[in-house]
């Protein structure tokens, strides 16, 4: 079946390491995305790629980083620079041609500080 | 830049009644894109139903109806029958439509809608 996979569901991390969270999808979707939720705040963008080995800034982009090498990985890594880390992590895609309109998401990673 | 607001933040509803979900935005655009997205104790997010600004149609699937007034710029999501299953948190969400935007969706902060049974 097409869909998202994240890993994992639960990730915890100690004080100054990075941490990388994987984001696969097999949809042959073109761009893909990467936010943040953290309770009460909805939904915030961190980064995102419309195309492989590109990717832009979203709104809360510091102390992160991604990489797009394949079309179908953008795993994101959290650096020891991201001072407030804990919170649940969503990737999804979306297609070109359409406006890009419609997200599929994954079914996310909770990240922890220990 | 863009701005979603939905200013409940929790709603509760009897099994088998109607509820509807308020949800305005802010844009100088008059091309847009807005979703409402559901997310169960799961976690996984959901599309609900979209809506283009430049259809005057409100759109439905099955028992989720739009009321979307553009110059009021409110797009609230109507229920109906609500069932046990729809207890969730629902997110209202809005894309720009122009071609090489920033491709992002803007959410509101959400509201959670319980269903008493």
């Known amino acids: 079946d097409g869909g998202i996979t994240q890993s994992p569901k639960y990730l915890f991390r100690k004080e100054g390491q990075n941490v990388t969270l994987s984001c696969e999808q097999n949809?042959?979707?073109?761009?893909m995305y990467w936010y943040r939720q953290d309770p009460g705040q909805g939904l915030r963008l961190i980064y995102y790629?419309?195309?492989?080995?590109?990717?832009q800034k979203g709104d809360i982009a510091e102390g992160y980083s991604v990489s797009r090498e394949k079309k179908e990985s953008f795993p994101l890594t959290v650096t020891s620079a991201q001072k407030n880390p804990t919170a649940f992590y969503l990737c999804?895609?979306?297609?070109?041609?359409?406006?890009?309109?419609?997200?599929?998401f994954g079914s996310g990673t909770q990240l922890s500080v220990l | 830049a863009q701005t979603v607001t939905q200013s409940q933040p929790e709603m509760s509803v009897q099994e088998a009644e109607t509820v509807t979900l308020s949800c305005t935005y802010d844009?100088?655009?008059?091309?847009?894109?807005l979703f409402w997205y559901k997310q169960p104790p799961s976690r996984q997010m959901i599309l609900v139903i979209r809506?283009?600004?430049?259809?005057?149609q409100n759109a439905t699937e099955n028992r989720f109806s739009v009321n979307f007034q553009k110059a009021a710029k409110s797009f609230s999501l109507k229920i109906s029958d609500s069932q046990l299953g729809d207890a969730a948190m629902y997110f209202c969400?809005?894309?720009?439509?122009?071609?090489?935007?920033?491709?992002?969706?803007?959410f509101g902060k959400g509201i959670t809608l319980s269903v008493r049974p």
């Open positions: 790629s419309q195309i492989v080995n590109d990717f």
């Open positions: 999804a895609s979306s297609i070109r041609g359409t406006g890009f309109e419609k997200l599929f």
């Open positions: 949809l042959n979707h073109d761009a």
């Open positions: 844009t100088s655009e008059s091309d847009y894109y």
């Open positions: 969400a809005y894309r720009s439509a122009m071609a090489g935007a920033n491709s992002k969706l803007t």
């Open positions: 809506q283009e600004a430049y259809k005057q």
